[in-house]
Nanobody
Framework: QVHLVESGGGLVQPGGSLRLSCTAS????????MNWYRQAVGKQRELVAS???????NYTDSVKGRFTISRDNVRNRVFLEMNSLKPENAATFYC?????????WGRGTQVTISG
């Protein structure tokens, strides 16, 4: 059974940084592209960043230069380093993997930007 658990969200001031983490189990982690999505209140869930099995990275335009996705294939973790956070970046962030003809999601970690 595929299981994804996110952590690292919280409250941060504008301009601040957070590092999100997602731990995966139930898959041969190193073989899969891992994704980070976000969903703001009242908006659709959108893809923020992806990292392939060979660590090629893609980002949505609005986060390029501020967010960095990375992975640790030993500990089965994917990270999202977020810098220069803006109020509009507030959202619940979800880890995602497409495996076994299905799409799997974590429960999300909330990022709040205030102050």
């Amino acid at each position: 059974q595929v299981h994804l658990v996110e952590s690292g969200g919280g409250l941060v001031q504008p301009g601040g940084s957070l590092r999100l983490s997602c731990t995966a189990s139930g898959i041969n982690f190193r073989l899969y592209t891992m994704n980070w999505y976000r969903q703001a209140v009242g908006k659709q869930r959108e893809l923020v960043a992806s990292i392939t099995s060979d660590s090629s990275r893609n980002y949505t335009d609005s986060v390029k230069g501020r967010f960095t996705i990375s992975r640790d294939n030993v500990r089965n973790r994917v990270f999202l380093e977020m810098n220069s956070l803006k109020p509009e970046n507030a959202a619940t962030f979800y880890c995602n993997v497409r495996a076994r003809r299905s799409s799997f999601w974590g429960r999300g970690t909330q990022v709040t930007i205030s102050g």
